[in-house]
């Protein structure tokens, strides 16, 4: 199988068949329109894009194709294109561990395997995780079921029996519980590990590793459309790194047909939320005597809110994180939505985060009238360890902070 590697957001010139282009652009259009595809929860941050997956013609059989803020493995027909992330595999891997939206990884080992493609990474990741609750046993709960029997058990549905009887078939319609396996959140793991044992992107060897751990589940049913809203309880919070991983196999999927003969399947994963968590969560974790905390307020007495990343001590100053690469001057949008911020707030001082890949002075402080934005980057350098690059931010923001007008 041919294989492309592309960077996330950037266009790449490759060479495509337009069923290819067609079927590409229609899973991106399929998952764009699912809100909550990559693994994020209600009330994260929406994605605007009306596709997740651009293929722009350039003629001879050329495409540009752009993959929106996400990483993952994208497959039309025999190509498969591994789409990489815009920083530094193992700054990435160290924020998205801070983010605490999925299971605690090893960065370093992470890193390592990850140069086959970030969808492997994650489906090994999960296989581990099930592995780790099988060797406990899976969960029992009671299950609501209806059904026809020779004897009668539960609570007799009166009416449904006296039809049968009628139809010439004398067994009672009873509705009783089950104690058993079927549950929803072993229907998801279930499903995530069919999922891995299926896909023909994987090794051998991990897919081989998914089907066995799949024979404890004989009993498990099929997903239903509710079961990956169902949440942990105490007594099965053992769960909860294997469901986490689980529901990002089945969420961050998308199956899509075009009109020709070509098909397009997906393991996308979206960034920019789960980067900008990271980089809230470091910054909250080393400054907690700054009151750190992410707030929204409304725009009275229309319907529109402003919420920035952190809002310091109830407003001394805001700061909004942009999963960006910093370029050589102020991105006129940011800079725009950082006045507004401290504007809705009632502070006059705002910054702004964004990344680095190259060594390069930090863009100058601006006065936008009565409004200063400051700019500081996570230098997302593969020669700076991503703890580094932490330690750097935490004392900028700490620097700029104590500087700040009380």
Known sequence: MRTELITETTETPLALSPGQAAALEASGRRLASTKLWWGERAGDKEQSEPTVIRCRPLGGGNYAVRVTDAVGIVVAGDMQIVVEPKIDIRHFLYLLNASGKLPKIDP????????????????????????????????????????????????????????????????????????????????????????????????????????????????????????????????????????????????????????????????????PYLIEQGVRQVLVGALSDWGLAKETRRMMPSSLSLTPDLVVNDGLAVVDIKYKLAGAGWNRADLYQAVAFAAGFRTQEAAVIGFAKVTSPPLPAVRVGEFGVTSFTWRALAAVAPSDAAAELIGDVTAWLRGLPS
Do not use: M
């Not at 489906?123 to 029992?140: F, G, K, M, N, S």
């Not at 929803?184 to 299926?198: D, E, F, S």
């Not at 309880?233 to 990002?248: G, K, M």
């Not at 089945?250 to 397009?264: D, E, F, N, V």
């Open 108 to 271: 370093a080992k992470g890193a390592a395997d990850a140069d086959a493609s970030f969808w492997q990474l994650v489906a090994r990741w999960y296989v581990d995780q099930l592995q780790h609750v099988v060797q406990r046993d899976l969960v029992r709960d009671y299950r609501e079921s209806e059904a026809q029997l020779s004897l009668a058990r539960g609570r007799l549905l009166s009416l449904p029996t006296a039809r049968s009887y009628y139809q010439g078939v004398p067994r009672p319609t009873c509705r009783f519980e089950d104690f058993d396996i079927d549950t929803p959140l072993n229907r998801i793991l279930k499903a995530a590990a069919t999922t891995v044992a299926a896909s023909s992107q994987l090794p051998g060897e991990l897919r081989r590793k998914a089907r066995a751990l799949l024979r404890p589940f004989d009993e498990v049913g099929e997903l239903r459309a509710d079961d990956l809203a169902a949440g942990l309880e105490r007594r099965n919070a053992w769960y909860a790194d294997a469901l986490s991983l689980a529901r990002s196999v089945l969420i961050g999927q998308g199956r899509a047909l075009s009109a020709g003969p070509q098909a397009a399947w997906t393991f996308l994963f979206r960034t």
